[in-house]
């Protein structure tokens, strides 16, 4: 018995990484899982169903349960397949989990547009088309009267949620997730799901290049970077215990767990009638001095 005992539960980007090691923790608390993996290449590029069978192969050898889906969560069509892959197997859907991602790191004066519509297609759609068809689905349920206890965990980033030096295209669609995550704990309320995100830092191919000295294993005790560490906390938000927690972002590293503080409204000046251009500045700078400072984007030049 575990705290996922019978839920059925959809992981994106399962095959590797943070994915794999979601996949098969709920597996190990009793969830049912679809492991869902497009087997592409870091920059997105190729595909092949090895990795998401490899992780059934080993939720089964546990004496777990799960399929394997290598659809494309951001294709339309793809994304259907995979609420539907649940629902045909398994008979229901209780926990949506979007992971699913890739990097093609440039600066912003060197990127292009094919490299900036992937980062952006892949992340911010690829959140929203799974996320889509299984609203529609637990919406129908609650609809037609049947008690709906389901749950969206997103994938954000510290790079969404401050900025990431040379990561534009991945930042602005990792903040993207953040702010849809809020949309949908809305709007998805009154149907009985849940939807919060995480801003993960753990070790995986997307992190170990780029940030290969801060994320190299130790070579003794606690691996405060193994992507298993963050794998707990999605596996409760996907849990009936959770029900009371949805609009959050949660990063999440080693052993810590912090809820970020997004936007909130700061200090603020009512003139009462239209502001004269010059005398703008003086009133700007003066409320950014009652404004606490922003954290420094990730990779600030010190």
Known sequence: MGICDGRVVIVTGAGRGLGREH???????????????????????GSSNGPAATVVEEIR???GEAVANDADVADWDGAESIVRTAL??????DVLVNNAGFLRDRMLVGSGEEEWDAVIRVH????????????EYWRGLSKAGEPVDARIV??????????????????????????????????????????NAIAPAARTRMTEVAFAESMAAPAAGFDA??????????????????????????EVEGGLISVADGWQHGPSVDRGER????????????????????????GTPT
């Open 275 to 298: 502001w004269d251009p010059a005398e703008v500045g003086d009133a700007v700078r003066a409320l950014i001095a009652e404004a606490p400072a922003p954290a420094p984007v990730y």
């Open 124 to 135: 911010l759609k690829g959140h929203f088309a799974p996320t889509r068809h299984a609203s």
């Open 61 to 63: 050898a546990a004496g």
């Open 23 to 45: 996949a098969l923790e709920f597996a190990r608390q009793g969830a049912r899982v679809v492991v869902n993996d497009l087997g592409s290449e870091l920059d997105g590029r």
């Open 225 to 250: 970077k193994a992507p298993g560490n963050v794998s707990p906390l999605v596996v409760w938000l996907g849990s009936a215990d959770a029900a009371d927690v949805t609009g959050r972002v949660f």
């Open 88 to 93: 045909e197997t398994y008979g229901r859907l």
């Open 154 to 195: 997103n994938t954000s980033s510290g790079a969404g949620l401050l900025g990431s030096v040379g990561q534009g295209a991945y930042s602005a669609a990792k903040a993207g997730i953040a702010a849809l995550t809020l949309v949908e704990a809305v709007e998805m309320a009154r149907y009985g799901v849940t939807a």
